[in-house]
């Protein structure tokens, strides 16, 4: 018997940063109706940083929380309508509880790796709304798997139904996400999952070997469309895991049409490992800030590659967008002294 995987798809959640944030709700029910035809199990939508995130300081959506998620909700039947949730962005009656009006299916709550205890009343708020709730831990790769498990544990005692790691920053190399999802089975009483990046070209490998340790949630994009070098390249990650002989219950052919259509009406530029991804991978260093890091060193004339370095050297996390010009301003002053 296959062993089976839920998939995620975020191409409509963490592709809006590719773009700016700027999806359309035609385009998002365009996607929509084809990863219905394609029968992915959950499909994320939203801005890139989730609900209530839109703003000045990480950018900000071409349309609304609420009209982005009306416009997939009508698209879709049998996929399930999903969000992804960071406390400090959501607050529970102005987007959580709208969300669940609108008719939200899956809400991911989650936190910097090490904060899972800010997640405590919005996941339990969704459980007691009855809907599907999973924990998320960010920017995984910068603690130790104890810790991981620790601040996981803490999440499925909150009343989360899974439990994601995200590799944020593209930084995992097989071995590193083998050992932490192994940590995880072993811990939890819920399911595993991993969300990965591309930064150093091993998303597909780091998706197949969270899977080989006992993963049963995994996310990807079409053409893996999502921020720096993209996401695991979902229509790849899906032909590999069938050729293992794993169980997604996904139509590929369906897929691959879904991803034509996302290649020629969504994305601008399909990812691709570029130097600064690469650098970006390597300082450990979240993949949503390199459009902030291109614009900030252009502004103050330093190299990007020492500011992806610095940014990684101060641990500057998702969220610390307002860091990037500061750091930026710190080494375009000390250029200046030599």
């Known amino acids: 018997m296959k062993k089976k995987i839920l998939i995620s798809d975020p191409t409509l959640r963490d592709g809006n940063h590719a773009v700016k944030h700027q999806l359309t709700a035609e385009q998002i029910a365009r996607y929509a109706e084809a990863a219905e ?107 130790s798997k104890e810790t991981l498990a620790e601040e996981s544990l803490k999440m499925e ?45 091993m998303a597909v490998a780091n998706s197949v070997a969270a899977a080989e340790a006992g993963a049963t949630i995994l996310d990807g994009t079409v053409r893996g469309f999502g921020a720096g070098a993209g996401n695991t390249q979902l229509e790849v990650l899906i032909a590999v895991l069938d050729k293992m002989g794993y169980s997604t219950g996904i139509d590929f052919y369906k897929l691959l049409d879904a991803a034509e259509i996302a290649e020629r009406e969504i994305m601008k530029v399909i990812p691709a490992i570029q130097s600064i991804s690469i650098v970006s991978g390597l300082a450990g260093v979240f993949s949503g800030f390199s459009k902030h890091v291109e614009r900030a060193s252009k502004e103050y004339g330093v190299d990007p590659r020492d500011l992806f370095f610095e940014l990684g050297r101060r641990k500057v996390v998702a969220g610390q967008e307002d860091l990037i010009i500061e750091v930026a301003m710190d080494l375009a002053g000390k250029k200046v002294s030599r």
């Open 37 to 143: 035809a394609a029968q992915i199990p959950i499909v994320e939508v939203g801005h890139g940083n989730g609900l209530g995130a839109s703003s000045l300081q990480v950018g900000e959506s071409a349309v609304g929380d609420m009209e982005m998620l009306k416009a997939a909700r009508r698209k879709l039947v049998r996929s399930k309508l999903g969000v992804h949730v960071m406390p400090g962005f959501a607050t529970i009656r102005k987007d959580i509880e709208k969300a669940v009006e609108v008719g939200v299916d899956v809400f991911r709550v989650g936190a910097h790796c090490t904060e899972a205890d800010v997640t405590r009343r919005h996941i339990g708020y969704v459980r007691e709304r009855g809907k599907e709730v999973y924990g998320v831990l960010m920017m995984s790769h910068m603690v």
């Open 157 to 201: 005692s909150y009343g989360a139904e899974g439990i994601i790691i995200m590799d944020s920053a593209g930084a995992y190399l097989p071995s590193d996400v083998t050992e932490r999802i192994a940590e995880l089975v072993k811990a939890l009483n819920i399911p595993v999952g991993f969300h990965g990046h591309n930064n150093l070209g």
